[in-house]
């Protein structure tokens, strides 16, 4: 039935093509919305049994033969592709042709229709929706690019004086040129996809309709366009201008000024890359589909740890048999599944960790903030520390790359940001949005997590939201509560992300989990059960929930998909 409720959803009527459809005419097999309804039974000439389209019959449709409209098709040609009656079957035309069951042939097309419309909604219409996101941040960052080159070119106009003031505009002038016909290549690029992707999102809607319909003439008929749509379009290539300062000679001003190099626009056929897998035969094949959430989430077991009396703030997945664990005192603790604690490692200032994590090896990671630094755990013995100067470090989590991502505050506790480490290096900072706007709040809170998509997602517990950028620290969206569930403000604490690149948060004076996907659109709630208020959160490699209880110590390990 829930089936069902999502075709009448995406299913629109067929006498009006805009209201979404209500009703269904067993005899005429055509799908109606409540007002189309009268004026398909106005139609006295035809015989009509209108429906709920809930309840309309699921027996085959035969379609009727052309050439003997009393009698329906119960046969498919092979050779000609088409349904043929008994009487067809055995004429001149189809001698010598194959047959199959009508019925066979659908069975058959259904399931090609199933892979296609697999293929079309988790591979397909993505890409391209990842290559409009490509092009939306290139002309986010093409701006700064342009800006640079002009900034060098009137810097040296200044060393020039004011009789290179119209070689200046005019260099100037050529500047604008490219960047006014980058922007039009952009935006060529940009409108092709955006009508491609509109092709498949309709082809998705007509593979949809076409699947759940019982019209069999309609299935027979249907044409994949999916091999079309495989063939994703050339990679916009430029070569950006490049601005070369001459030393200055009075006698050649012009060529003094210096040089501009000419922009290069060009398309490379294979610049997007559709997402595939290999097997372990080194063939391809499309990614898996995605998991579903389950109705109901199932507590798999809970860990008691020996934090009871000591807050329990963080759990994390050192692999799919062992979790760390810290709390309010200077010990972090590694467990197995059965609550038997393997290993306790001290800090070195001997106070209790603001923030761990684990790196991409499986190194356990901390912050200190008595000694400001991040420290790295090799073999549970030998502490590498990372030195945090002019901010207090708060909260980290490893990436897939192998860097480190640190939210930390100012000292006097007025800006937050973010800022990513490689090794001891600082590699990129994160604090305002395209408009020199503050991302993040004051607040010192802040838990953080890559997604699978690479975008970062950060738990702003003072601002009451989950705020999310992408990998280049644009902002992509801002979430702070939903009205699914009314009951209490929302309060993000501990955040994660799982393979479907979904978004898991702890609202933690509510007692429950919510899930987001990759969007920002809300999806559900995990409350099922008694939840304690929950703050830690990790997931392990098969998306089983670890959740961190701050007042009763337990980790309570959850299974929603």
Known sequence: MENLDRAQVLLQCDLCKITALQSHCEFCQVNLCKACVGEHLSDSSKRHNVVSYKHRSSAPYYPKCPDHTDTHCEFHCAKCDLPVCSTCKSSEKHHGHEFTDILKKVRSKRKELEKDLEELEKIIYPAYEEIILDLNNEKANFESHYENVTTAVTKQEKNLQSELNVIVKKETYEINKMKDKHLVALNEQENEIKQITSEVKQSICDVRKILYSTDVSRISAYKSRNKEFRCLPPKLNVTLPRFSPHQINTGQLYQSLGSLSAISITKEADGYKMKMTKEADGNTKKLPPAKKLLDTPMLITSIQTKYRLKFLHKVTCRNDDEIWTHGEDNIMKLYNLQGEELKSIKTQSGKNPFDTSVTRNGDLVYVDIVTETVNIVKNEKNQKSIRIQGWK????????????????????????????????????????????????????????????????????CHAKAVVVVNQAGNFRFRYTGSRSFTAGLFDPVGITTDSQSQILTSDRTNNRIVILDQHGKFLCLINNFELYFPWGLSVDTKDNLFVAEFHSGKVKIIKYM
């Open 393 to 460: 470090p708060r909260n980290i989590c490893g990436t897939t790359t192998g860097d480190l991502l640190i939210t930390m505050d100012s000292y006097n506790e007025k800006m937050s940001r973010v800022v990513r480490y490689s090794g001891s290096r600082e590699k990129q900072t994160i604090q305002f949005d395209s408009e020199g706007k503050p991302l993040y709040s004051s607040g010192y809170i802040k838990c953080i997590s890559e997604n699978r998509n690479l975008d970062i997602c950060v738990a702003d």
